[in-house]
């Protein structure tokens, strides 16, 4: 039988695992969480929120941000698009950097750590539902974005 | 002496995730002694490097690589001379990139095919470098798992599956098997550590490798 | 791969249960064959093991034991 697996089919269909990751079998280590309690998607709702609002507030595009930050525009959109989206950690730095917030806040909106404190990520996601995703930003954004700056800035509440 | 090589080698191909070159690589069957010590030697210390750095930035422990205390000599050594199990490795620049072990006893699930033999992936992994990790780890070559799932599905059609495979997904990996593979997702299995179970139908299986029949002309 | 031929004598009675499983299965009989041996040798070294093989019947509640692989 004819090996159907030749190298220009691993070519052509290599792009299927950009940015994805492939593994299968049992691990046995620690049981997969239930569903459930996987990292809320609202406070990565938020996250995705505040990203958006914080660059157009700048008046920067993606690809902007994208230079700046040294983080993939794939990855920036993700960021701001997809609530199940998991971002690492290194690009949350370079965020937080950019609009001079906490990386340790952009990180338990994220899911990747529990946050200790939950007064922060309520606030947040209460300052994101305040926004509505048009165009240009308007006062009321403009207002989500300070509220959402002030709770993520390192200095209030830690 | 030197120790038994592959029983047969064929010629597949990588990305270069940097650049978008291909690469040359090889498919080993079965794994090979080179294989288990360059997973001694190269992955082993590469994942612990990865999980000092999750570590320092403190991500929960249940998003760290599922596979981390994953002992290939060990699953190797269990094969024995079972004619049930079968497994492989993808080979590229002199060193291992990825290895897999397949079932070839298990039976099917999705109703139309319920109890027809399959290919099932007893487990998978690609090197520790060619990942995305949560701390900003950008992979080397991409294709991998990839050209692990087309195998598996070629396996399939020889012993006459006709290309049904199964498998359990870690949990990073189920976007992969639903979206990219097309695979039909059975839910989360409460016998399996919760993982999601994916299963390949003849005809999922043949789109799958129609589709890179037809965009590589 | 390199492959070894043999000559396999089946009575009618194990014919017509080879072609019937092959259908069923939708195999041709030497792959069907293959896929036995592979069950027969794992069968074999669990048992070796000393573990058990079981038949279980949720409905019923009921389990049997296979004694005679």
């Given at each position: 039988?004819?090996?159907?697996?030749?190298?220009?089919?691993?070519?052509?269909?290599?792009?299927l695992?950009?940015?994805?990751?492939?593994?299968?079998?049992?691990?046995?280590?620690?049981?997969?969480?239930?569903?459930?309690?996987?990292?809320?998607?609202?406070?990565?709702?938020?996250?995705?929120?505040f990203?958006?609002?914080?660059?157009?507030?700048?008046?920067m595009?993606?690809?902007?941000l994208?230079?700046?930050?040294?983080?993939d525009?794939?990855?920036?959109?993700?960021?701001?698009?997809?609530?199940?989206?998991?971002?690492?950690?290194?690009?949350?730095?370079?965020?937080?950097?950019?609009?001079?917030?906490?990386?340790?806040?952009?990180?338990?909106?994220?899911?990747?750590?529990?946050?200790?404190?939950?007064?922060?990520?309520?606030?947040?996601?209460?300052?994101a539902?305040?926004?509505?995703?048009?165009?240009?930003?308007?006062?009321?954004?403009?207002?989500?974005?300070?509220?959402?700056?002030?709770?993520?800035?390192?200095?209030?509440?830690? | 002496?030197?120790?038994?090589?592959?029983?047969?080698?064929?010629?597949?191909?990588?990305?270069?995730?940097?650049?978008?070159?291909?690469?040359?690589?090889?498919?080993?069957?079965?794994?090979?002694?080179?294989?288990l010590?360059?997973?001694?030697?190269?992955?082993?210390?590469?994942?612990?490097?990865?999980?000092?750095?999750?570590?320092?930035?403190?991500?929960?422990?249940?998003?760290?690589?599922?596979?981390?205390?994953?002992?290939?000599?060990?699953?190797?050594?269990?094969?024995?001379s079972?004619?049930?199990?079968?497994?492989?490795?993808?080979?590229?620049?002199?060193?291992?990139?990825?290895?897999?072990?397949?079932?070839?006893?298990?039976?099917?699930?999705?109703?139309?095919?319920?109890?027809?033999?399959?290919?099932?992936?007893?487990?998978?992994?690609?090197?520790?470098?060619?990942?995305?990790?949560?701390?900003?780890?950008?992979?080397?070559?991409?294709?991998?798992?990839?050209?692990?799932?087309?195998?598996?599905?070629?396996?399939s059609?020889?012993?006459?599956?006709?290309?049904?495979?199964?498998?359990?997904?870690?949990?990073?990996?189920?976007?992969?098997?639903?979206?990219?593979?097309?695979?039909?997702?059975l839910?989360?299995?409460?016998?399996?550590?919760?993982?999601?179970?994916?299963?390949?139908?003849?005809?999922?299986?043949?789109?799958?490798?129609?589709?890179?029949?037809?965009?590589?002309? | 791969?390199?492959?070894?031929?043999?000559?396999?004598?089946?009575?009618?009675?194990?014919?017509?249960?080879?072609?019937?499983?092959?259908?069923?299965?939708?195999?041709?009989?030497?792959?069907?064959?293959?896929?036995?041996?592979?069950?027969?040798?794992?069968?074999?070294?669990?048992?070796?093991?000393?573990?058990?093989?079981f038949?279980?019947?949720?409905?019923?509640?009921?389990?049997?034991?296979?004694?005679?692989?």
């Amino acid at each position: 039988m004819a090996d159907r697996i030749t190298p220009e089919w691993c070519l052509a269909m290599a792009h299927l695992e950009i940015g994805h990751e492939v593994g299968a079998g049992l691990t046995a280590i620690d049981p997969v969480p239930d569903e459930d309690t996987e990292g809320s998607d609202e406070s990565r709702l938020a996250l995705g929120r505040f990203v958006s609002l914080a660059r157009r507030g700048r008046g920067m595009s993606i690809d902007t941000l994208a230079e700046l930050t040294e983080v993939d525009v794939g990855e920036l959109l993700s960021i701001e698009r997809d609530a199940h989206h998991l971002p690492d950690t290194r690009t949350l730095y370079q965020l937080a950097q950019i609009f001079g917030v906490s990386q340790h806040k952009l990180m338990g909106l994220s899911g990747l750590t529990r946050p200790k404190d939950l007064k922060y990520v309520d606030e947040a996601i209460r300052y994101a539902a305040l926004s509505e995703s048009v165009a240009r930003l308007t006062k009321e954004e403009q207002a989500a974005l300070d509220g959402l700056i002030a709770v993520l800035s390192e200095r209030k509440g830690k | 002496m030197t120790p038994p090589g592959p029983k047969s080698i064929s010629q597949v191909a990588l990305m270069d995730a940097v650049s978008g070159a291909g690469v040359p690589a090889e498919f080993w069957q079965p794994i090979t002694d080179k294989n288990l010590a360059d997973w001694e030697a190269h992955w082993r210390p590469a994942i612990q490097e990865q999980l000092v750095l999750l570590s320092d930035a403190g991500v929960e422990r249940h998003l760290w690589p599922q596979s981390r205390e994953w002992n290939w000599r060990k699953k190797h050594n269990a094969l024995g001379s079972s004619l049930s199990n079968e497994s492989a490795a993808v080979m590229a620049a002199g060193v291992t990139q990825g290895m897999m072990i397949v079932d070839l006893d298990f039976r099917a699930r999705i109703e139309e095919q319920a109890r027809q033999h399959m290919v099932y992936i007893d487990f998978l992994e690609v090197a520790p470098w060619n990942r995305r990790t949560l701390t900003g780890g950008a992979p080397r070559y991409v294709g991998i798992g990839t050209l692990m799932i087309g195998k598996a599905i070629q396996r399939s059609l020889e012993l006459g599956f006709k290309g049904r495979i199964g498998l359990h997904s870690l949990p990073q990996s189920n976007d992969y098997y639903a979206n990219q593979c097309g695979m039909r997702d059975l839910g989360s299995d409460a016998n399996y550590n919760k993982l999601r179970y994916f299963e390949m139908t003849p005809d999922m299986a043949e789109r799958f490798l129609m589709r890179g029949e037809r965009s590589g002309r | 791969m390199s492959k070894r031929t043999m000559t396999l004598n089946l009575s009618p009675e194990e014919m017509d249960v080879l072609e019937a499983l092959s259908l069923k299965k939708d195999l041709s009989k030497t792959l069907l064959l293959r896929q036995a041996l592979r069950l027969y040798q794992r069968v074999e070294e669990r048992l070796e093991r000393g573990e058990t093989l079981f038949f279980e019947d949720e409905a019923k509640k009921q389990k049997a034991e296979i004694m005679m692989l």
